[in-house]
Nanobody, 122 residues
Framework: QVQLVESGGGLVQAGGSLRLSCAAS????????VGWFRQAPGKDREFVAT????????DYADSVKGRFTISRDNAKNTVYLQMNSLKREDTAVYYC???????????????WGQGTQVTVSS
């Protein structure tokens, strides 16, 4: 089993940037797809971005395309989510997860972190 720890969340003004990190311990992370999801208060968890095991392929939700970038450094067992031009509607708890393959569906992911809060103020 892989343990995932997210970091990098915080309070930022609209238009600002944050970089989230997802650090993994355990076997199999570098050979697995990883996804970022988020959950706002009162809403369902939603897909944000995913990346293949090699980093060669990525996919994004339409709502973040062009503003967020997912990347990974397998030597450091870490996946990143660079978030630019943040909007108030990006406010949520952000989770990373290890998956069996790239997917926009949360049930395709097996191991989840505890999440990191991102709050965007106007």
């Amino acid at each position: 089993q892989v343990q995932l720890v997210e970091s990098g969340g915080g309070l930022v003004q609209a238009g600002g940037s944050l970089r989230l990190s997802c650090a993994a311990s355990g076997r199999g992370f570098s050979s697995s797809a990883v996804g970022w999801f988020r959950q706002a208060p009162g809403k369902d968890r939603e897909f944000v971005a995913t990346i293949s095991w090699s980093g060669a392929a990525t996919d994004y939700a339409d709502s973040v395309k062009g503003r967020f970038t997912i990347s990974r450094d397998n030597a450091k067992n870490t996946v990143y989510l660079q978030m630019n031009s943040l909007k108030r509607e990006d406010t949520a708890v952000y989770y990373c997860a290890k998956g069996r393959g790239m997917s926009t569906t949360s049930r395709r992911y097996d191991d989840w972190g505890q999440g990191t809060q991102v709050t965007v103020s106007s």
